[in-house]
């Protein structure tokens, strides 16, 4: 039973900082990419930062280069995101992801991920 679990969000004030966490188990990703999406209300689900199966390619939305950080850890099997200088607009359920697929490009459509997370909520207070 594979299973993604988050952790680190929380209610946090605009500048500040939080590191969300995902721990997997249930099976390895370290051939698979690995990332974070978004929610804010509504139903879109839009993506943050991704990160290929070796480490060597990120992916981050405009909104949020140069204040996150992707980074993975095979060995404990997680993969974790640095929140840096958080904006109001930061504000949303986040999501871990993992997809099925071994050594391919990391997609940047929530569709081309097939295990997830239960979400966490990051909220940010201006």
């Known amino acids: 039973h594979v299973r993604l679990v988050e952790s680190g969000g929380g209610l946090v004030q605009a500048g500040d900082s939080l590191r969300l966490s995902c721990a997997a188990s249930g099976r390895t990703f370290r051939h698979s990419s690995m990332g974070w999406f978004r929610q804010a209300p509504g139903p879109e689900r839009a993506i943050v930062a991704v990160?290929?199966?070796?480490?060597?390619?990120?992916y981050y939305t405009d909104s949020v280069k140069g204040r996150f950080s992707i980074t993975r850890d095979d060995a404990k099997n997680t993969v974790s995101l640095q929140m840096n200088n958080l904006k109001p607009e930061d504000t949303a359920i986040y999501y871990c992801?993992?997809?099925?697929?071994?050594?391919?490009?990391?997609?940047?459509?929530?569709?081309?991920?097939?295990?997830w997370g239960q979400g966490t909520q990051v909220t940010v207070s201006s």
């Open positions: 992801a993992a997809s099925g697929n071994s050594m391919v490009k990391p997609g940047r459509v929530s569709g081309a991920y097939d295990y």
């Open positions: 990160i290929s199966w070796d480490g060597v390619t990120t």
